[in-house]
């Protein structure tokens, strides 16, 4: 090893601090190490680097596990893509995003990026980093990375360097498909498929963004400058948070980059097929009255009653199936809405409300009309699976094929 | 008997798994010889094992009623003869399952119907053994419905002994214990000349 070209390097950074140290003492530290304590030369490069540092109250020149050997600092940086819990880094990145802190204790929290991935920050309070603003690049020295809630986090404190980055380098995020997403943060081209009603008055707006592969939740929770995406609009979202609950993740889009996008997406994926027959349908089917308050719509018992909002007179009326879909090895909770029960049971809501109107049995005729319909039918439905319900966003009758039947014929017929 | 067959059952019930509805020819169900029940609970669903090795507590079957006939005073209940290629299913449905009831009195013989329902093994006084089918809902279908369920039954049946040559899933064990002199592999015949009376 050469000692002297290692100590040369060394010393320079400290004296682009301001500081004057003798690279020859900076050599007899090196060789000690690597000569008698048999360090690897460069474990001793940062061994001694850091302590220089620490001399001379030095940030930004002490460095991460394995900076060997080159010659420039960045050395030992580390994508954003490859870096996991538990780890100390150093990272190079721009800041794409500043949210809004939840704690008193954060001083500021964002997002940060390389080429290679995004990151989700944290600086404490404590750590008295200087503050980041948003769009500019910053070196990270000695950030520690955690995990909460499934999701990493860099972690900035007292012993972080923060030093500008003063050139403002291109940095194109590559996306991700849908399938792919996981808890973190994550880009996506996407179409907003589907708008739901707001669930929560700081919630600006919800709904499923999907693409080729498969389609997720998405969430804008209100703030300034925030604007509602257009239904069927295809968007580019760089830098979405991807949370995970109960096993699903949903985008919150709130501190994303999203650019609207020409063109369309076809989206089919994300959705189970499944084949089987509708071997029960629950009471609660048919004709249904829905609760008319705002955001509401919950089923309405008999006696007109919702659960929450008591007796309801200028009730809406519904069509819904809630049943059972077998396949012979395991049955499917499913839910069928009013379209896809108009096209199954033949039946329109307007059909559906006369004949209860002029039928003695009411809304129980309606029932017993569809089930005669669909019962013990066979039956492909496509949908959404959430918590081991089928929502079903088209269900048709099977037909027969005849290739099927030769080569079941084959099949059993094929061993004597 | 208990009324826990009640088609009320599918409601949605946290841990709770609908037992499957298996696709099974009136052949090889006339040839059940054991039940058993799984679990001591008093709800623990009672099985009859089919020759073909497979566990069943739930049947699906599509077949012409031929017959039916009200029985009882008291407790009303209606029993019906559903033919398949294969042979003959005997449904009944009593004041336990009112709605399933309600159905099979309304229709119709002969029709193409479609049964949901739990199989249960009887031995008469004499000796032999009845499988008889305990209706959860029967509705009338068409005939393309009846050919599509004989292509599936004829599946299931396959996909069944397939798993019986492998075997080593626990319910083809049972077998070689209570239906030591069956072949299964006339089960594989009977599918044949099952599909074979489909016209396409």
């Not at chain 1, 005669?372 to 099977?398: K, M, P, T």
């Not at chain 2, 009200?70 to 009944?92: E, L, S």
């Amino acid at each position: 090893m050469d000692f002297s070209q290692t100590a040369e390097r060394i010393s320079s950074k400290i004296e682009q601090k301001g500081q004057t140290v003798d690279p020859k003492k900076i050599e007899v530290k090196l060789r000690r190490l690597v000569e008698e304590f048999g360090v690897q030369p460069a474990e001793a490069e940062r061994s001694v680097t850091n302590e220089l540092a620490k001399e001379f109250n030095l940030t930004g020149i002490g460095m991460t596990g394995g900076g060997a050997g080159g010659g420039t600092g960045s050395k030992g940086d580390r994508s954003i893509a490859d870096i996991a819990p538990g780890e100390w880094v150093t990272i190079e990145g721009k800041v794409v995003a500043i949210l809004s802190p939840g704690s008193p204790a954060i001083a500021q929290s964002g997002i940060i990026a390389d080429a290679t991935g995004a990151i989700r920050f944290v600086a404490w309070a404590k750590a008295n980093a200087p503050k980041m603003n948003e769009g500019a690049w910053y070196r990270i020295e000695s950030a520690v990375v955690d995990e909460f809630k499934g999701i990493s986090n860099l972690k900035i404190h007292s012993g972080t360097a923060i030093k500008p980055v003063d050139e403002d380098r291109p940095l194109i995020p590559s996306t991700a498909k849908i399938s792919e997403l996981g808890p973190g943060i994550g880009s996506v081209r996407a179409k907003v498929v589907q708008e739901w009603e707001t669930t929560h008055e700081r919630m600006l707006q919800s709904g499923i963004l999907g693409d080729e592969s498969g389609t997720v939740k998405f969430v804008i929770w209100k703030e300034a400058g925030k604007e509602k995406l257009a239904v069927g609009g295809v968007f580019t979202i760089f830098y979405a948070q991807v949370d995970e609950f109960n096993g699903r993740l949903s985008l919150n889009l709130s501190a994303a980059t999203i650019i609207q996008d020409d063109g369309d997406i076809i989206v089919t994926g994300g959705d189970s097929e499944m084949r089987g027959i509708i071997v029960q349908i629950a009471p609660g089917s048919g004709l249904i009255k829905r609760c008319p308050v705002e955001g509401c719509n919950r089923a309405l018992s008999r006696q007109n009653y919702c659960p929450v909002h008591e007796i309801q007179l200028k009730y809406v009326y519904d069509l819904r199936i809630k049943g059972w879909l077998d396949d012979g090895k395991k049955t499917y909770n499913m839910l069928l809405q009013r379209e896809v029960v108009e096209s199954l049971a033949g039946m329109t809501l307007d059909a559906a409300k006369e004949l209860a109107e002029n039928n003695p049995l009411g809304m129980d005729e309606v029932f017993l009309r569809m089930r005669d319909a669909i019962l013990g039918r066979y039956v492909l439905c496509r949908g959404r699976e959430i918590d081991n319900r089928l929502l079903v966003r088209s269900c048709e009758r099977l037909k027969m094929e005849t290739g099927e039947h030769a080569a079941l014929l084959n099949r059993a017929g094929g061993v004597p | 008997m208990s009324a826990f067959g009640a088609p009320s059952q599918g409601k949605r019930n946290g841990g709770f798994e609908r037992e499957p509805a298996r696709r099974v020819f009136a052949a090889e169900l006339r040839e059940c010889r054991y039940q058993f029940r799984e679990g001591d609970d008093e709800k623990s669903p009672t099985f009859v094992l089919l020759p073909t090795g497979e566990r069943c507590n739930r049947v699906f079957l599509v077949g012409t009623l031929t017959e039916k006939h009200r029985q009882g005073d008291q407790n009303i209940f209606y029993r019906g003869r559903v033919a398949d290629p294969t042979g003959t299913f005997f449904v009944m449905a009593g004041s336990y399952q009112p709605e399933a009831m309600q159905q099979l009195a309304k229709i119709e013989t002969p029709a193409f119907v479609a049964v949901v329902g739990k199989p249960n093994l009887y031995q008469t006084p004499d000796g032999a053994y009845l499988v008889s089918v305990r209706v959860e809902s029967i509705t009338v279908v068409d005939r393309e419905t009846r050919d599509l369920w004989i292509l599936d039954a004829a599946r299931s049946t396959l996909d069944r002994l397939d798993t019986c040559a492998a075997g080593t899933a626990p319910d083809t064990l049972r077998i070689k214990e209570h239906y030591p002199s069956l072949d299964p592999e006339t089960f594989r015949k009977m599918a044949y000349e099952a599909l074979a009376q489909v016209k396409i």
